[in-house]
């Protein structure tokens, strides 16, 4: 293996970007809409192994307060060899001083927890997408069941609110 690590969106072959991505199973996207994504971040790194694209992250950034990490993604014949963790610390590394939420595969975080990341218990998350695509999510434990409650918020008077937002502006969940 000769790998290298870029951080620059010049000259990526993004077809190998959409490529990695299809196969760990993290987008239906064209190549076309897989470069609107990564070039439309702030931050990138690409692992290559030679010339061609072996591994992907990326984070949105305002540059000073918060970040948010994506798509880290690895060819399976290449992990295990430390390349992962180079993918991740090189963003990381790129967003010092910022807070930083990643959102992952819940198979996942137990090896992002080695990086020095926590589970947060507030995130919220719309997705807009299929019932379908929502019921997926629930089921791979992306999202908590609706109305999902911690133990210690069972008898929280503001944890106990009827409608959302969203039902009462008359759209739909």
Aim: charged fraction near 35%.
């Amino acid at each position: 293996m000769d790998i290298t690590y870029k951080t620059t969106k010049d000259n990526v072959n993004w077809e190998e970007v959409r490529d990695v991505l299809q196969r760990v199973g993290m987008t239906d996207l064209s190549v076309e809409e897989q470069r609107l994504v990564f070039e439309r971040s702030s931050n990138v790194v690409f692992a290559y192994d030679k010339d061609k694209i072996i591994g992907v992250s990326r984070a949105l950034s305002d540059g000073f307060y918060q970040a948010v990490i994506y798509n880290v993604a690895l060819d399976k014949e290449y992990r295990g060899h430390g390349i992962g963790r180079e993918l991740i610390m090189r963003l990381v590394d790129q967003l010092k001083g910022q807070n930083i939420i990643l959102y992952t595969h819940p198979r996942n975080v137990s090896m992002y927890e080695k990086f020095g990341f926590r589970r947060a218990k507030t995130a919220m998350v719309i997705f807009d997408k299929s019932e379908h695509d929502r019921q997926w999510r629930e089921a791979s434990g992306f999202l908590m069941p609706e109305g999902y409650r911690f133990i210690d918020e069972y008898d929280r008077e503001d944890m106990k609110r009827g409608r959302t937002l969203l039902e009462t502006s008359g759209k739909k969940k």
